[in-house]
């Protein structure tokens, strides 16, 4: 696991500016650093050592120094993969995973990034044909951030905020992304907040040639169709075979290892895997709060006893955020407001005491429908072949019992939400269900921005349910939670791996039957019939919580002030975005009991990013993820 960046084309300056971004990259990798420089391209690597810890060291280069290779991530099986390519001669240097990258490249040239099994970004440099090569991999698990600041030039990065060092770039907000934080509460790829910035998408490569413009393709999507012929117990034990296999290949680590343990279904089911594949000595973590709404470490404590693994628990306290929000706001380096991302941060750093890599869940509400809303989209799907006038009274009855204040999570604001739903085109409704705001709050908190543009996701996608899967793992799987994931993590110089997302996995559950992902209520069905094999029902049987955080009272308590300077001080009213008369109501309801956090929450994160990168005033930071 490691921060790459690079410096491509002819300017003044190249290697310093490199260095300095590397720098910043550090608590990626704190191990070592490395740099590749000739008279075309400069590549940087800041490695954190988990394979091959003494001799894996980077850039990579094949056997006669003519490409290069600096690579964040894992590559699983890579030790197949190299005795594939010895038998063809390649001879390699290390017994590290990422020097396979280098001779694929030899063997396959470009069509080399299908070789590989893991989650990486990488950027490969041909000496002889100068080209350079930047991949991400199939689900988007490691981050990759490019501009074009001059002509026949190229800036690369793991990190938004490193990507900036290089002052060519300018700091000017795309209004596009700007509507869509505000619809979902983070950007969509390949959009970042600023003008002339992308990220480089999940399943595609970028090559760039001196004098040529870049040129993005996709070298893998993931289908629905056609679906699998099999029965429901047979897919039960397929999957079990397969989701063990991946965890298996994610043991592999010269480190300490754990897990991330919710009590969820998910990450009990990675925990069970674990000790079914043979893990010893396996550490589990778990992070609560002293609210019990938001609590669920005492689920995680029956499921670690039951499964044996050596258990470790903490708290976060209201103090913690209040310390914390400037090393948030500074390493995710453009807005983000999923709450989960205060739990998950602070878990990462006080894991990080323990363990150097955590085997995680994500991945199976999004693969196997977990979410609330994947159930509404059966339902919808049946009010689709009602008649207009019986879709468009739905709507009406909606307005009439909007139920204003209500936690979004509550049954009856879910209610409302689908009725007034029903009468939309199915993509404009499932973009409405995945919104942090309805289209009237984000029309009267920002009266100048329109909505977000509609989203088709790749790939073949025919059924309600599978489209709503699919929609989900193009956009919200890599561009909130895992990116969520490996800023946390990284920021704390702790590798995550997500065996669930397994692309071989995820390939074969995509065509699975949506019967077989939900039936009647039942959301998760494959996983939790699976996880009902290792651990009893009533342990993980219950209402779905979420990973996240008691923000409400916080916005109440601690954080009014800071909020109510923030969103109405002189430089947040300078901007314009937001209407403050519209800011000062949802502040002073707020606190009267009225819901609004997550309206408040995501213009409290955006207009702290504004203030850092934008201002350049950065508030200061109490902790220092690196020296963790």
């Not at 300490?256 to 009990?268: A, H, K, Q, R």
């Not at 039942?522 to 779905?544: Q, Y």
Request: aromatic share 8%.
């Amino acid at each position: 696991m490691c921060g790459i960046a690079g410096l491509a084309g002819r300017s003044p300056g190249r290697r310093r500016v490199l260095e300095t971004i590397s720098d910043d990259l550090r608590h990626r990798g704190p191990d070592e650093s490395g740099i590749y420089d000739d008279e075309m391209v400069s590549l940087a690597i800041r490695r954190l050592a988990i394979i091959d810890v003494a001799g894996g060291h980077q850039p990579y280069h094949n056997e006669s120094g003519t490409v290069h290779v600096v690579f964040n991530g894992e590559i699983y099986g890579f030790r197949a993969l190299r005795e594939r390519l010895q038998r063809a001669g390649h001879r390699f240097a290390s017994d590290t995973d990422g020097e396979v990258i280098a001779h694929a490249y030899e063997e396959h040239g470009a069509a080399f990034v299908s070789e590989l099994d893991g989650m990486f970004a990488l950027a490969l440099w041909d000496a002889t044909e100068r080209r350079l090569i930047l991949a991400r991999d199939r689900l988007g698990k490691k981050p990759l951030f490019y501009s074009q600041p001059a002509p026949g030039c190229l800036t690369f990065a793991s990190e938004l905020g490193s990507l900036l060092l290089d002052e060519r770039i300018p700091r000017r907000v795309e209004p596009a992304a700007l509507a869509e934080y505000l619809q979902y509460g983070y950007v969509p790829s390949p959009r970042t907040m600023l003008q002339g910035v992308l990220k480089l998408e999940p399943g595609t490569m970028l090559t760039w040639r001196p004098g040529e413009p870049a040129r993005v393709h996709r070298y893998w999507q993931l289908d629905f169709e056609p679906k699998l012929s099999l029965s429901y117990a047979e897919a039960l034990d397929e999957f079990e075979e397969r989701s063990r296999e991946a965890v298996r290949a994610r043991l592999i680590s010269d480190v300490p290892l754990g897990v991330f343990l919710s009590g969820g279904v998910d990450s009990s089911y990675v925990l069970a895997q674990m000790a079914a594949a043979g893990a010893s000595d396996i550490q589990s973590f778990a992070i609560g709060f002293a609210d019990a709404r938001y609590d669920e470490r005492s689920h995680a404590e029956k499921i670690a006893e039951l499964l044996g693994s050596t258990h470790h628990e903490a708290v976060v306290e209201p103090t913690d955020l209040t310390e914390m929000l400037p090393e948030l706001v500074h390493h995710y380096g453009e807005p983000f407001s999923d709450p989960s991302m205060v739990p998950t941060f602070y878990l990462a750093r006080w894991a990080r005491r323990r363990i150097t890599v955590a085997l995680t869940g994500e991945g199976g509400d999004e693969l196997f429908g977990g979410y609330y809303r994947h159930q509404a989209v059966r339902l919808a799907g049946y009010a689709d072949h009602l008649p207009d006038g019986a879709r468009r009274l739905a709507g009406v009855a909606a307005h009439r019992l909007e139920p204003r204040g209500a936690h979004p999570m509550s049954l009856r604001h879910r209610g409302y939400r689908f009725l007034r739903s029903v009468a939309l085109h199915p993509r404009e409704r499932y973009a409405e269900w995945t919104a942090v705001l309805s289209p009237a709050e984000r029309a009267a908190l920002a009266p100048g921005l329109g909505a977000a543009e509609p989203f088709d996701p790749p790939g073949v996608a025919r059924r309600p349910l599978d489209r709503a899967l699919a929609t989900d793992l193009a956009r919200s799987m890599p561009d909130q939670l895992l990116f969520k994931m490996d800023i946390a993590t990284m920021a704390s110089s702790l590798e995550a791996r997500a065996p669930l997302l397994d692309y071989r996995l995820a390939e074969w559950a995509a065509r699975l039957p949506p019967s077989f992902k939900q039936r009647g209520t039942t959301r998760k069905r494959l996983i939790a019939d699976a996880l009902a094999r290792h651990v009893p029902a009533e342990l993980f049987k219950r209402p779905k919580m979420g990973f996240t955080a008691p923000i409400p009272a916080w916005l109440r308590g601690e954080l009014y002030e800071l909020t109510t300077d923030t969103l109405l001080g002189a430089a947040a009213r300078e901007r314009g975005i937001a209407d403050p008369a519209e800011v000062e109501r949802l502040i002073a309801e707020h606190r009267a009991g009225t819901e609004h956090t997550r309206g408040l929450w995501s213009l409290l994160m955006l207009e702290l990013w504004h203030q850092e990168f934008i201002d350049r005033k950065p508030a200061s930071r109490a902790h220092s993820a690196a020296s963790v």
